[in-house]
């Protein structure tokens, strides 16, 4: 089992059991992953908003022999972009 720190971007997540879900994301190093975010469905969850689409993220991921189970752990929010899944436009301020 490998322990592997990368940078991503959150493009979709699945409902996966009660408390699970399934993370798509995109990464320079590694590519797409699909990877399960264990108990991010509770309602005391430690993820928060990290697995969000579109949200820019700094992840601790595990791998074992066959790299679809990957187990993802501690995501760190570096920027968010929901605002583009909402169909919004963003306008930059000129203040």
Known sequence: MALLDSEALILR???LAEADK???SLSRSAGLIRGVAKGSRKLR??????????TLVKRTRYE?????STTIRQPEIFK????????ETI???LA
Do not use: Q
Not at 45 to 54: D, I, K, M, V
Not at 80 to 87: A, D, P, Q, V
């Open 91 to 93: 306008v930059p301020s």
């Open 80 to 87: 968010s972009y929901f605002k583009l899944s909402t169909g």
């Open 45 to 54: 969850n430690r993820f928060g908003a990290s697995l969000e689409p579109f």
């Open 64 to 68: 074992k022999e066959n790299p679809e």
């Open 22 to 24: 399934i993370i798509v």
């Open 13 to 15: 997540s699945y409902n």
